[in-house]
Structures are given as C-alpha cells and as structure tokens.
C-alpha cells in the first residue's frame, strides 16, 4: 500500500489547529500525530502551509440541461474546477425525467461516472408526485441517496403544490430523508414576468424585479412550517434574504429541525450587477439582493444559523457562440446569449465551485469574521454531516478519506478566469486580489492538484452511496 507523509504542517479542523504530521496510507489517513514517520512513504513538506479537509460542496449542477443548452461543466470539468480550488467532493442532482427514481438515478451515475474527477453524490430532483413516487421514495435512501429537492417556483416545470410537498416531506421524514427547498413565490414571479414581457421590459434587471425577495420570505417560512407539520427535517438552499435567514432562525427557535445553505455570489453581489452590460453573467434563480441582505448572510454564517456556503454551480458561456480553449481544444457551449433579447430566455446559473474556498477564505478568513476552524466546519465539516458523508468526508480524522488541501495562506494572486478552472468564458471575481490558495490537492490519497497543475483524470471520481445526514 503507498504511504504519504505530510510533515511540518498545520492541522486545521472545526475545533482545532495544531501541528503534527499527517500519514496516508492507500486512500485513508492513518495516523495524526507529531513525530510520526514512515519509513519508505513519500515525504510531502507541508512547512508554512495549513491542512484542511478537501472541502464538500452540496450544491452543483453539473451537465444539467437548461433553455436549450446544458451547463457548460461536466462531471469531469466541474471536478476539476473544484478540486483547483480545493473541494474534493461534490453533490449533484439527479432529474426526474423518464422513468422510476431509481431509472433515473441508474441513468445519471452512468453519465456521471464516465467522467467524474472527484467523488460525487446525489439529490433526487421531486418534480411530479403521484402514488407510485410515493413507493420509490421510501427505498431511496437504500440507493444512497438520502435528500431530495422540491421546488415552490417554476411553475409547470418543476413546482409541486403544497400538499404534494407536504407528502413528500412526511415519506422523508419517515425514512431518513432530508428535504431541500428552492424557495420562492411561483405564482407571483409567473404574474409579475407576464407584465414584464407585456411591458416590453427585457433586460436583465428584469429578472430580480420579477422574483421578489418577499416571495422568498413568505416561501421559506412556508417551507419550515410544512416541515414542522409533516414532522419532518427541512434544508433551505441558496437562501439570498435577510428575512429568509429570520425563518430559518424562527423555525430553529421553534424546535424545527430546519438547516440551511447560503452561497458566495449572494455575500458578494447586489441586484445592481444586472445594470451592467454584462448583467446576464449574474442571472441565476434566485436573483442577487440587496447589501442589507449580504449583512444578514454574514451574520447568519459567522453565528451558526447558517450551517453551510455552498456553490449552487450552475455555469454558462456569456457568449457560447465563441469557443474557449479548454484543454487545448476550442469549445463553445451556447450560453446567456440566448436570453440577449429576453431575460427568461437567459439560462439561470452561474460559475462557483472552484471560486468558494479561495474568495470565501479571502473575504472572510483573512478579515478575521470567520476563524480557519469555523471555514472549515462551513464549507467541509457541517456539508458532510448534514448529507451523511461525515467522517469519511470533510474531516482529518484516522480512517477518513485522504480528501486534504494543503493551503498556503501567504499565497497573494490575481483571481480570474486563468486562474479558475471552471469551463466557462468568465468568472464573477475577474481581477480580484487574493491572499490565501491551496496548492495541493488530494483525494483519497491521490494527487489532484500541485502548483496549478492537473494530474486528475476523467472516472477518478467515485460515486459517493450516503448515509442518512445529521440535524445540526
Ligand atoms: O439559477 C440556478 N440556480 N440554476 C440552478 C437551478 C436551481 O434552482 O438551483
Ligand atoms: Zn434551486
Ligand atoms: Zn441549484
């Protein structure tokens, strides 16, 4: 079995940082501790540089298609761009599309197999409830898929009504299942985008002025209260509103067993980047907010009442109609410039995975507003737990995974598309100055990443069967 010893390097974990060498054996960590050695193991010199936990990113979509084309990541780039940025594990979504949840979760671990870089795992997509999904849904879990997604917008596309939600939840609830909510008003974005249209408003803008920050408010709280009625554990994604972190905060007080994710662009960006000319690259569902709503999300994650930073990585070309060279060969991928007349036609989503643990360490480490042990619950440790992966993920622990970044803190760059490795012909952080960068990466002992450079291979990725996740 191939041994690596990480020596001189600083441990990072949810609760402590200290010094000791870190000895891998195969695929496992095997042995914490100062002064181990190992005579023959590969000797990794980690002096100057912390070691984290590859970080968990609970929120992707990769190859998902959408308006006609398909997010320009595949299971094999998405995982590249993450691992670059020092996540190592990713959960996708599988669709409902033809076919049994089983069919489809057949079908999409097929897909993604072929290609996967890093581990992954999967949310089974709820988007049309009848008796027969009621039955799938109780032996989920036992295809290692143990969360779903429901959906409260999207209107005649993905939305379920209360009631089928409601059902969905109490069968989660029953058998070791966590519901994820998209949470927002469908009716009123449907009246709102209609007048719009009608109006001849088509501009980007238009796509936060028709999906009100209140229809999150009255969702999310709707989507804690079904919960609680259905007895059941609720998990808000991509949550952007101050108000929306106040249900959260409310149900938790109410003895909810209600969790929830916020994501970087929402700490970073305001509504007003879709004033720019090149507004589209923000289009994502839901829409940036507002500062005070960033404030909120701060508070909410520095205080706990906010679990998790995903990603919601959903990328598109800004102009797909000129290629990239993407691994010496030129691909375009059509992209925003569908929606350049229309703001519905604009495919929602946009890039992140690689972006999280780098602009979120910058912003938020190096400012003092979160300490490394609490970045590393946020985005490795608590993604785990709340998905069934924890300890074989996101911990430094004797016999999890070999998942580790090796991070140096010191390390000041200029961000940007060269740098990130999404598939994508942008990155929202263009020309931002960072101080903090992983320059190793390993899964499950092997090496991903060294100094900017790729040593991962399409089908390295294995598929991650998960347990039933933790109420934290
Ligand atoms: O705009 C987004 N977020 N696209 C992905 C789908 C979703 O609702 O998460
Ligand atoms: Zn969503
Ligand atoms: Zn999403």
Request: charged content about 20%; glycine content about 10%; overall charge negative.
């Amino acid at each position: 079995m191939t041994q690596k010893l990480i020596k001189n390097g600083t441990i990072v974990t949810s609760d402590k940082t200290y010094k000791a060498n870190l000895l891998i054996e195969g695929e496992k960590i095997s042995q914490i501790g100062e002064g181990i050695t190992a005579d023959g193991a590969e000797i990794i010199d980690a002096q100057g540089l912390l070691v984290l936990p590859g970080g968990v990113d609970p929120h992707v979509h990769l190859d998902l298609p959408m308006f006609g084309t398909v997010s320009s990541d595949d299971h094999y780039t998405g995982g590249k761009a993450a691992a670059f940025g020092g996540t190592t594990t990713l959960i996708d979504f599988v669709s409902q599309d033809q076919g049994s949840l089983e069919e489809n979760i057949i079908r999409w671990r097929a897909h993604a197999e072929q290609k996967a870089s890093v581990d992954f795992g999967f949310h089974m997509n709820i988007t049309r409830f009848n008796g027969q999904v009621a039955e799938e849904l109780t032996t989920l879990a036992s295809l290692g898929v143990t969360s779903v997604k429901v959906f409260t917008a999207y209107n005649n596309r993905l939305r379920l009504p209360d009631g089928e939600i409601f059902k969905v939840m109490r069968i989660a609830g029953r058998h070791n299942l966590l519901t994820m909510v998209h949470a927002e008003n469908g009716d009123i974005i449907d009246v709102l985008v209609d007048e719009a249209l009608m109006a001849q408003k088509t501009t980007p803008i238009w796509h936060a002025r028709t999906r009100p920050g209140w229809g999150e408010v009255e969702a999310s709280l709707r989507a804690v209260a079904i919960g609680a009625q259905a007895e059941a554990p609720v998990y808000l994604v991509h949550m952007n509103v101050a108000g929306e972190v106040d249900q959260l905060a409310y149900g938790r007080h109410k003895g909810v067993s209600v969790m929830g994710e916020t994501c970087p662009q929402y700490l970073f960006f305001t509504y007003r980047e879709y004033e720019r000319p090149d507004g589209a690259k923000w289009v994502c569902s839901p829409p940036m907010r507002d500062l005070e709503d960033q404030v909120r999300l701060w508070q909410g994650l520095e205080d706990g009442t906010i679990q998790v930073l995903a990603t919601d990585h959903c990328p598109f070309y800004f102009d797909g109609s000129k290629p990239i060279i993407y691994e010496g060969k030129p691909i375009a991928i059509p992209g925003k410039e569908l929606g350049k007349d229309d703001f519905t036609k604009i495919p929602n989503g946009l890039p992140g995975v690689g972006d999280r643990l780098p602009i979120f360490w910058n912003s938020a480490v190096n400012t003092g507003r979160i300490t490394p042990n609490q970045f590393v619950k946020i985005t490795a440790e608590n993604p785990a737990r709340v998905f069934g992966l924890y300890p074989q993920k996101g911990s430094l622990t004797v016999g999890a995974d070999a998942d580790i970044a090796l991070w140096d803190p010191e390390l000041e760059l200029e961000y940007g598309v060269k740098v990130a490795q999404h598939r994508t012909d942008h990155n929202l952080y263009e020309s931002t100055t960072l101080t903090g960068f992983p320059v190793q990466v390993y899964q499950r002992g092997n090496l991903l990443v060294k100094n900017r450079e790729w040593y991962g291979k399409p089908g390295m990725g294995k598929f991650l069967p998960r347990a039933a996740g933790e109420i934290i």
